[in-house]
């Protein structure tokens, strides 16, 4: 069945170090995927996205690696800062009309 | 920068009454989704829309459930007999093409009494 998921429910990290955010996708055939932050009481904001042709892709401090071989996408942002701290969900396209949604991961940001 | 509006912000209802809930998406948009999330659980799709029709639907999206594009610019989430399982925050989205990124709206946090 479809399952977007995520191992770890809550990471917590120290201002400024990098955070690390890793998903696990199941449908082998889904060629794009999006990671969203999520604010308390908001909607999912986009981050940043990677299609099946590419392994990396940078923005700014995020990059998402995608390894097809194993179904695992992660998220990374480097010198996190308190303004990241949210629920993380990784997406994934499981069919043309249907973007699933993983379980989401909570970053806090100690000061 | 567009936005995807999403009126009203919050919804309480009885049960068993009807509700709409409803969206006004980005101008250029030409596919669009109704998701929910229950407090402290993830988004889950509900139904996808184009051209008029439904494209993809989900086992939660049952006859209770309709959406309707009536005059081209809003997008509507009807649910016909609220059940207290519905309460959740429902967000509507937005796509320009296919396998592009969605836009989302802030929600509509909807609470059945």
């Known amino acids: 069945g479809e399952s977007v998921g995520l191992h770890l429910p809550t990471l917590s990290v120290q201002e400024g170090d990098n955070s690390i955010i890793n998903c696990a996708y199941s449908?082998?055939?889904?060629?794009?995927f999006i990671w969203y932050k999520q604010e308390s009481g908001k909607g999912p904001q986009f981050i940043i996205d990677?299609?099946?042709?590419?392994d990396k892709r940078q923005g700014q401090r995020v990059t998402v690696l995608l390894n097809k071989t194993v179904k695992h996408l992660s998220l990374q942002i480097a010198a996190t800062q308190p303004g990241d701290s949210a629920v993380y969900f990784c997406?994934?396209?499981?069919?043309?009309?249907?973007?699933?949604f993983g379980s989401g991961t909570r970053l806090l940001v100690r000061p | 920068e567009p936005e995807v509006t999403q009126t009203p912000s919050h919804q309480v209802t009885q049960m068993g009454q009807e509700v709409i809930l409803r969206c006004v998406p980005i101008?250029?948009?030409?596919?669009f989704y109704w998701y929910r999330q229950i407090l402290g659980q993830k988004v889950e799709f509900l139904v996808s829309?184009?051209?008029?029709?439904?494209?993809?639907k989900s086992e939660i999206f049952d006859d209770q459930f309709s959406v309707e594009r009536p005059d081209g610019s809003n997008f509507t989430l009807k649910i016909r007999s609220t059940k207290l399982e519905d309460s959740a925050m429902y967000f509507c989205?937005?796509?320009?093409?296919?396998?592009?990124?969605?836009?989302f709206g802030s929600g509509t946090q909807l609470s059945v009494l």
């Open positions: 990677i299609r099946s042709n590419m």
């Open positions: 449908n082998s055939a889904s060629d794009y």
């Open positions: 101008s250029n948009h030409l596919y």
């Open positions: 989205a937005g796509q320009g093409a296919t396998n592009e990124k969605l836009f």
């Open positions: 829309f184009y051209n008029n029709e439904i494209s993809e």
């Open positions: 997406a994934e396209f499981y069919s043309s009309y249907k973007l699933i």
